[in-house]
């Protein structure tokens, strides 16, 4: 590991006529990228100037990150929570919720195609000034979130028991996971439609609007989760049920929230939904043509992490649950680094957009160092505080052993996890989705799947080894997201 204030990354030793190719994440660009950019960054300035600038830098990015992450890790903490009270019931709610959120993963593939795309656009046009078509694609990206969402939430409960079977639930996990999926895929187009709030906010430089609804939303999900799974007061106990009611009304304020605040005179784009200019199909297209590679990403890995709960439940119920913890936990810290990059991602869009490529340069290599620090710090934290964050989703002692060796084996993955969303983001932000899009097929199916199954069903050799296979794959997959960044080509390309 190398840190020196002007690069973080991992170094392949070569020999020494072959060391300038060493993988580091350099501000100062690789050559070729230097000829992309032909701006401040290719070497021909003042030395102060590229200090000066790479601070100047620093505060945009945390200005446009750091509200997304925030609001990330607030309606992650939510989710936490939420397990921590299911938790009290049993490991079958836990269990139950795992096995249907991994399948309305799957099932929703779409919000990452069309959210994907929307950023793109909508952050591009924003950047070029142009705030009439800014408007169109804000409005075209909630009709075709929405639409996809009601949709699919109506396929979702025809093959939920299906999906369930599959995945290898018990009798009484399939009974749980229909009541909780059940309202889950009924809202599913105001979840979709949610995410598109946030996005539509910090495109047009407004991050700090999409966090505070993030924070009342997820407070009003906090409040009502205990009400509702115990029946607290004057409310019905109705246990996982309550849960799911509780995050139905949670999504919901989202898009009610999100429509006020768009509508404001004082919003950089008013976003005025009954008049013109309305909706456009060929927005609609631009969108699936350039978020369907980030689409098939999501739904490979979707489907890789379903044969990894399906892998898990070999193992029985109470494994499901302590991975389900354990995903749960580290999602905590994925979803801050998700935030920061989607913050970045609409920044990265804007600068492509006003044909600023060294400062786009500058977002994507600042963003993937945060993510890779704060993912180590979260490491650090996971591993020292495992024994602790297992008592408090389970009291059972039977359960504290192998949950805190599980959470510490995934934990050792999450710096790379880090390289790996840090990266995407620059694809994302410049709407060049395919070469994530490979990349992430070869890293589900040919590291994490392959990984999982040979080291724990074809060797025998547990649980535990199950859990080194994902692990072991995302470290790979880091390394070769920031080797596809150091390329360059999502510099060059167009929206």
Known sequence: MIYDGNFVGFVLKHPPWRRNHTIMLRTRPPYRVAEIIHGPLDGGEPPGFAHELKRAMFGEVLSMGLP???GFLVASLYELINMFWLAKIGPAPVAAVTMCVTFIWVLSFPNMVVGTGSVAIISRRFGEGDLPRTEQAIKSTFLLKFGCGFLLGLLGMLILPTALRIMGASPEVQHQGLIYGGVQ?????????GYSVYTALRSIGKPREALWIQVISTVINC??????????????????????IATACAHTSVVIMGCLVLERPKC??????????QPALFEMRQMFRIGFPAGINALSFSLAMSLAVKFVANYGTVMVALYGM????????????VGLGLGTGALIGQFLGSRELHKAWLAGVLSIRLAFWIMVGFTGVLLLGAPLIVRMFFSDPSMQEPGVTILRIVA????????????ETAFEGAGQNM?????SLVHSWFMVVPFMYIMGTVLEWGPYAVMAGYALAHVIGGIAALWLFRRGSWLKHEV
Do not use: C, N, Q, Y
């Not at 950089?268 to 200019?277: C, Q, S």
């Open 68 to 70: 997304s992450m925030t």
């Open 185 to 193: 895929l009924g809202i599913l187009g105001f979840a979709m439609t």
């Open 223 to 244: 409040i009502l989760d205990p009400l509702l799974i115990f029946g607290w007061g004057p409310f019905p106990e109705l246990g996982i049920l309550g849960a799911s």
């Open 268 to 277: 950089p784009v008013r976003v005025r939904w009954f008049r013109a200019p």
């Open 326 to 337: 354990s995903t749960k936990v580290l999602h905590f810290g994925v979803m801050a680094v």
């Open 412 to 423: 050792l993955s999450l710096p790379f996890i880090g390289l790996h969303i840090g990266a």
């Open 435 to 439: 070469p994530p899009m490979i990349l």
